[in-house]
């Protein structure tokens, strides 16, 4: 039997210390867009807190769990998320899926 498409979307808040603004946007941008070239990414987009600007979240929605856990092992995820760690401050994920 097949089961229903299982759409989740994940909250991913991150500030980022000041001095590495700049490299850290360059990477997003590099991170967006192969991320949004991905099988079963039906959104994913960033946004910047308007009363705290090194303050960034990315809101994305995948077709299902599984899609996340390749997006997680895709090379260019692999390749920047490390990078980014290294210039932020705190961090802090949550997916979510639909109640109703």
């Given amino acids: 039997m ?8 994940v909250f991913a808040k991150q500030t980022i210390k000041e001095e590495h603004l700049k490299e850290v946007l360059t990477l997003c941008d590099k991170m967006i867009e192969e991320t949004r070239k991905e099988e079963g990414c039906i959104s994913y987009e960033l946004f910047q807190d308007i009363n705290a600007p090194y303050t960034f979240a990315y809101i994305e929605e995948w077709e299902s769990p ?3 856990a390749a997006h997680t092992k895709s090379p260019h995820y692999q390749e ?21």
């Fill in 2 to 9: 097949k089961r229903e498409c299982e759409t989740i979307k």
């Fill in 66 to 68: 599984e899609h996340l």
């Fill in 80 to 100: 920047i998320i490390p990078k980014i760690a290294e210039m932020r401050t705190d961090s802090e994920v949550t997916v979510l899926k639909k109640v109703k």
